[in-house]
């Protein structure tokens, strides 16, 4: 019994973990639309990316493969995000001239 709620709360932990790793690319899309990122804290987009990229070191320390799918997920998704928000904010600040 207490394996079965085991299995269950380790599947709704990895359901999650990989809603929250994919969350972020709403916020891509955001910034996309916009045509900006000025709003977005590129700060904590690093720090977002920097924890993902941690976990995964931990995750492949342990071999434990939830944690590393999880984790490399949050890492790709994270880094798109980030590197959208950086390039938006190269194109302010150096504008193609006509």
Do not use: H, K
């Not at 690319?25 to 916009?34: P, S």
């Not at 590129?42 to 070191?57: D, N, P, Q, S």
């Amino acid at each position: 019994m207490a394996g079965d709620a085991s299995q269950v709360l380790a599947a709704i932990a990895i359901g999650y973990g990989v809603a929250a790793a994919l969350s972020v690319l709403l916020q891509a899309r955001q910034m996309l639309a916009r045509g900006g990122s000025g709003d977005v804290s590129a700060r904590f987009l690093t720090a977002y990316v920097g924890g993902y990229a941690i976990w995964l070191l931990y995750g492949l320390s342990l071999r434990n493969v939830p944690i590393v799918v999880v984790d490399a997920l949050g890492l790709v998704c994270g880094a798109i995000t980030l590197v959208i928000a950086l390039r938006l904010r190269s194109r302010l600040l150096s504008p193609d001239e006509p």
